[in-house]
């Protein structure tokens, strides 16, 4: 195994997608791969394919995994986009012993944050920077000068008297077949409601539909910038990495 070499993965309620990252750099060293999410997403389901996302690369060393989920101590607290059945579950413990590497595990936004912090469009900002990923739901990763708060969960803020990500998630788009219009005004105001509250220098937009971003750029009227990620959809494989390696080396200094 290459020195600076961590096998990133990013767990999405769709898909299970992996690759080698080298932590220097930020980029990936093999082709991405992905399997789909089983169906129910069930812990012990969930670890059978991340076992096999890791025999994919023959993998020995450390991983690390960004999940859809509050995660405290490597523990998921919480379950929107995923099986309820995970809620408790010592995700770092279960993977661990399924792949049989030492694994680390944070909420899938959070790593997403911190590659595009490290390597992306947030690279050396300082102030407040919020990264949203739109997917299924809407996860957040909140940052001053450079430093997480981690969990932020700022797809579920109570807005319009429901739950954020329950009406400007892309997954909404698709179920109300929304126009890109009509689907981003009410992101708009989602944005607008998350400037009122945090006066953010910068906010990153990240996952899938972010890659739409012309679509409906134009109908985002916050005060601060808002732009994509540069790192697209591989932004949570690599931060996952990234953070891996911050975390063992905190192990190697304690
Ligand atoms: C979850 C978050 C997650 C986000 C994106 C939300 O439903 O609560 O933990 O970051 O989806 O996957």
Redesign the pocket.
């Known amino acids: 195994m290459a020195e600076n070499q961590i096998l990133g993965i990013d767990v ?2 769709s898909g299970i997608k992996g690759a080698i990252v080298n932590i220097k750099t930020g980029e990936l060293v093999t082709e991405r791969f992905r399997v789909p999410t089983p169906f129910p997403s069930k812990p012990k389901a969930v670890a059978k394919s991340i076992a096999e996302v890791t025999n994919h690369f023959e993998w020995k060393g450390l991983i690390g995994v960004g999940f ?3 995660i405290q101590k490597g523990i998921a607290k ?1 379950a ?2 995923i099986d309820k059945k995970w809620i408790g579950t010592d995700v770092e413990k279960l993977l661990s012993s399924a792949t049989g590497c030492p694994v680390y595990v944070r ?3 959070d790593v997403a944050g911190i590659a595009e912090l490290e390597f992306g469009a947030g690279k050396g900002k300082k102030g407040t920077v919020i990264l949203i ?1 739109i ?6 990763a909140v940052f001053t000068d450079g430093v997480l708060l981690p969990n932020s ?1 700022l ?2 803020l109570k807005f319009k008297g429901m739950i954020a ?1 329950h009406y400007a998630a892309d997954s909404i788009r698709k179920r109300l077949e929304l126009s890109w219009d009509d689907w981003g005004n009410r992101f708009n105001e989602y944005l607008q409601h998350l400037e009122f509250i945090f006066s953010p220098d910068l906010i990153l937009l990240g996952g899938g539909s972010s890659k739409k971003f012309e679509k409906y750029k134009h109908l985002i009227k916050t005060d601060c910038s808002v732009i994509p990620a540069k790192l697209l959809n591989h932004a949570g494989i690599i931060g996952a990495a990234c953070l891996a390696s911050q975390n063992t080396k905190k192990t190697m200094t304690r």
């Open positions: 999405g309620a859809p989920s509050v919480t929107a986009n909420n899938d936004a990923t997917g299924s739901g809407l996860g957040s969960e797809g579920h990500e």
